[in-house]
């Protein structure tokens, strides 16, 4: 059953053909026409119709389906999710078609955390994730669940439980064990869509970036990504996602007014790690899917670990960071010196890895990573607002620069004016002279 058209009232304005997401309506002969096989009754040309010529079809539902629930107003709680990917797409498509779930509505309660875990590591962004939802969450005045999709994940629900979660969803699958876009986007689809969370929060590490798009393209609903700042409109309880925007220059917040649920995620190390409270306990709720492997396009061949130090950059206590300062690629044994002495992580700004000195991952800034260091090191760094916002909140900033002006002696604590190449190697001998003698101050 496709929207109807009555063509006594259609003015052939082509507001619906613009409408229509999947393309299933055009004008012919100045008449909205649908094509019943696009259309999936999502209603958006039913609202935009100015001569109300255009309804939903009656899709009859089950009296289970009609009484809204505080979790889940269009999927019974009590039913199992569907064992195959399969049946669940179909049935997820038959559901999203009767009940439009992108819509905003009361049934939409609650904030959720995704819990990134891969390779036996939970990313710790995820923590600081539920610390921010606990806030989020007592602003609206609902609860805060860890979602924790992965193999083997149950050392895992204890941590959620102590940084602050009430309830564990919980999918432990073998096909899990790896990330992979479709098995993760699936799972967080088919769990979001059942119990209808107003809010969805992922890290954006990799993993976030890129599963989290997909989900809310599966859930019709607006994802604002690399938010740095979160928070509650005390009116409306819709969520304020603020993020830079223009190149760093102004810091937009973007609100999903008439979609749940609302996603967004959120750079590591930009809001506070919370604290334990180890012992503390919740329900657990488990998923199963029957997953195979022909359910999934993509195989993983091999995993290749990159460079363990600059795999956890967002990690690292000190961070000694160049940038084209340096002069040149030979240069950085100086540095990598420094950072040896110091057990300290190499990064650098978008100057030095767009000269090819260092990889992408290496990267400090609104493009790359956001640190937050014990001491932090600029080396031949200018400091400008993009490499800045990625490293300003580190405890403690050493800068190295040969221009009295530059702008990262305005985030520094302290600042030594002249070359990198005269002074680093001294520092890197006093340094080892130090820590040989068991004095660091
Ligand atoms: C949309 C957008 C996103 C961006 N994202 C990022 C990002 O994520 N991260 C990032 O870093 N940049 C980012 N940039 C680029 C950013 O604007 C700067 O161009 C970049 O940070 C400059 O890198 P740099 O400081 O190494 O080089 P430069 O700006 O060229 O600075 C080199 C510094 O070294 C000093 N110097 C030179 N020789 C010596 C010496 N011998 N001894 C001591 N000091 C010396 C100079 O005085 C100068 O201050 C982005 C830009 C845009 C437009």
């Known amino acids: 059953m496709a929207v109807h058209v009555d063509t006594t009232k259609c003015i052939g304005c082509g507001a619906c053909v613009v409408t229509c997401p999947v393309e299933a309506l055009e004008l012919i002969d100045d008449i909205a026409v649908v094509n019943p096989k696009k259309c999936n ?19 009859p539902m089950s009296s289970e389906e009609e009484r809204p629930s505080e979790a889940g107003a269009a999927f019974n709680l009590n039913e199992p999710l569907p064992t195959s990917i399969k049946d669940y797409a179909a049935d997820h498509e038959q559901k999203i078609n009767q009940n439009v779930p992108g819509d905003a509505g009361d049934s939409w309660s609650g904030v ?71 098995p993760y986007m699936e799972a967080i689809t088919a769990m979001a869509a ?57 810091m937009a917040t973007i609100l999903c007014k008439t979609s ?11 809001m506070e790690m919370p604290t334990q ?23 993983v061949i091999e995993f290749i670990p990159s460079d ?30 420094l950072a040896d002495a110091l057990g300290a992580t190499l990064a650098g700004s978008r100057g030095a890895v767009e000269a090819g000195w260092l990889n992408h991952d290496q990267l400090v800034g609104q493009t790359g990573v956001t640190v937050r260091p014990k001491v932090y090191i600029a080396l ?42 005269q002074i680093v190697p001294e520092l890197t001998a006093e340094f080892k002279k130090r820590l040989q003698n068991g004095v660091i101050n």
């Open 194 to 250: 059942k119990y209808r969370p107003e809010i969805i929060l992922m890290g954006a590490t990799s993993m976030g970036r890129d599963v989290f798009p997909a989900v809310a393209t599966r859930l019709q609903t607006g994802l604002t990504a690399d938010c740095t700042v979160l928070g509650i409109d005390p009116e409306t309880k819709i969520l304020l996602q603020t993020r830079p925007a223009f190149g760093g220059n102004i």
């Open 308 to 337: 363990a130090r600059n795999a956890f950059l967002d990690k690292a206590e000190i961070i000694v960071s160049i940038g084209l300062g340096m002069g040149a690629q030979r240069n950085l044994v100086i540095a990598q010196e």
């Open 112 to 182: 959720w955390i995704i819990i990134e875990y891969s390779n036996g590591k939970v990313a710790p962004v995820s923590w600081e994730l539920l610390g921010e939802g606990r806030k989020l969450a007592d602003a609206i005045g609902c609860g805060l669940s860890a979602v924790i999709t992965g193999y083997q994940v149950d050392d895992v629900i204890p941590q959620a439980f102590a940084y602050g979660a009430e309830k564990v969803y919980v999918t432990d699958h073998p096909l899990l064990q790896d990330y992979r876009t479709e």
């Open 260 to 270: 749940r649920p609302q996603m967004a995620t959120v750079r590591p190390r930009v």
């Open 380 to 421: 031949g760094i200018s400091g400008a607002i993009q490499h800045l916002v990625g490293m300003s909140t580190s405890d403690f900033i050493i800068a190295i620069n040969n221009d009295p002006e530059a702008a990262i002696f305005s985030v520094a604590n302290i600042g030594i004016v002249g070359d990198v190449l």
């Open 41 to 59: 009754n999502l209603g958006k040309c039913v609202v935009v119709c100015p001569t109300d010529a255009l309804s939903l079809p009656n899709i």
């Open 277 to 299: 409270a180890e012992g503390r306990a919740g329900e657990v709720i488990r998923e199963e899917f029957n997953f195979t492997e022909s359910d999934f396009r993509t195989k």
